[in-house]
């Protein structure tokens, strides 16, 4: 019994905010395991499943309060509104993740600069090169 608050999708990725049983939310993915973009906790090519053909819970984000998705071509973004923080993984190839390098991130991980700020929205786009995210000056 989950309730679909919204849904994003990237290139060859998905993912969707639902509420929980007995309350808070959960962020889903399914589609392309290339590069970290789903978040599980798995290495795609090691684990040769390079594809999530049903939805699956990110386990990282479990419990967090999570407002906001968005996903561009190679990552994934998640934000919590009430926290101000804001987790990113995939393709970090161009430092679209925020994380100050170009590593490639399977996992949700949070940016450190986020939590001392108030997030309001983020947005990816139909690339893999760029991300953002609104914070208050």
């Keep these: 019994n989950k309730k679909v608050l919204c849904v994003r999708a990237g290139v060859r990725h998905t993912l969707a905010l639902a509420t929980e049983v007995g309350g808070g939310v959960g962020v889903y993915v399914w589609g392309s395991a290339e590069n ?10 090691d684990m040769g499943v390079m594809k999530q ?3 699956a819970q990110i386990p990282t984000l479990q419990g967090l309060p999570v407002t906001f998705i968005a996903c561009g071509e ?14 990113t993984w ?6 679209q993740l925020g994380h100050s390098n170009t590593t490639n991130l399977s996992v949700p991980t949070l940016i450190p600069t986020t939590t001392t700020s108030s997030s309001h929205g983020a947005g990816g786009g139909g ?11």
Excluded at 74 to 87: F, G, H, K, L, P
Excluded at 127 to 137: I, K, R, V
Aim: charged share 10%; aromatic share 12%.
């Design 36 to 45: 970290g973009k789903l978040g599980l906790p798995f290495n795609a090519k």
């Design 53 to 55: 053909p049903i939805p």
């Design 74 to 87: 190679e990552y994934s973004m998640a934000v919590c509104y009430d926290t101000s923080a804001v987790y």
């Design 90 to 95: 995939g393709s970090g190839t161009y430092g």
């Design 127 to 137: 690339s893999s090169h760029h991300n953002l995210t609104a914070l208050p000056s």
